[in-house]
Structure formats: C-alpha cells, structure tokens
Nanobody
Framework: EVQLQASGGGLVQAGGSLRLSCTAS????????VGWFRQAPGKEREGVSC????????YYADSVKGRFTISSDDTKKTVYLQMNSLKAEDTAVYYC??????????????????WGQGTQVTVSS
C-alpha cells in the first residue's frame, strides 16, 4: 500500500524558512515522481514543486522559483521541500503526492494519485 507522510509545517514570520518532509512507503521509490502541492482557502490546489526520483528532474511553480528547493534522500525514501524567504501568500495546506513515472507531465495535481495528509504552513506578515 502506497503511503506518504508529510510533516514540517508550522507558523513562521515572513522572510523565514521551513522544511517540509514527505516520507514514502509501500512502493519502489525510483519508480515514482513525488511532488508538493498546496491549497489555500478558497483556491484550487496547485503544484508547487515536483521531482522525478528516477532522473532527478525538477519542476517549480513560477511563484516559488529561487525560494523553494525540492530534494530527496533515497535511503530514507523522503522528499524535502526547503522553503526560504516565505511570504504571506505561501500560506496554505501543503500536500505531498506521488505518481508513477511516465504517468505525469509537469506538476499537476490531477496526474498524482497517491496523496499524503496535508501539513499547514502559515506565514505571518
């Protein structure tokens, strides 16, 4: 059974940093892409950053480029999202999700079928 466990959210002041973690189990890590998505109140879920654990390719939404970095530790089957220079508009529930390599193109939530629980990120201005 594919399981994803997200953690690391919290309350931070604007300009601060947080690191989210997503630990996977129940599947071969290299066979899947893993992404971070977020949903703010009243808004649709959007792709923030995605990573192919197979070839290491990454995707970042324009709004987070230069501030967020996605990485993975294959030995721990964990994908991280380092978030720096946080802004109030980054406030949202952040979710990690996985998709079979080849089943997704870009970083769109509708391509990802395995989801972890969300973790709240609140940035105070």
């Amino acid at each position: 059974e594919v399981q994803l466990q997200a953690s690391g959210g919290g309350l931070v002041q604007a300009g601060g940093s947080l690191r989210l973690s997503c630990t996977a189990s129940g599947f071969t890590f290299d066979d899947y892409g893993v992404g971070w998505f977020r949903q703010a109140p009243g808004k649709e879920r959007e792709g923030v950053s995605c990573l192919s654990t197979d070839d290491g390719s990454t995707y970042y939404a324009d709004s987070v480029k230069g501030r967020f970095t996605i990485s993975s530790d294959d030995t721990k089957k964990t994908v991280y999202l380092q978030m720096n220079s946080l802004k109030a508009e980054d406030t949202a529930v952040y979710y990690c999700a996985a998709a079979v390599e080849g089943d997704y193109n870009g970083c769109h939530p509708w391509d990802f079928h395995y989801w972890g629980q969300g973790t709240q990120v609140t940035v105070s201005s």
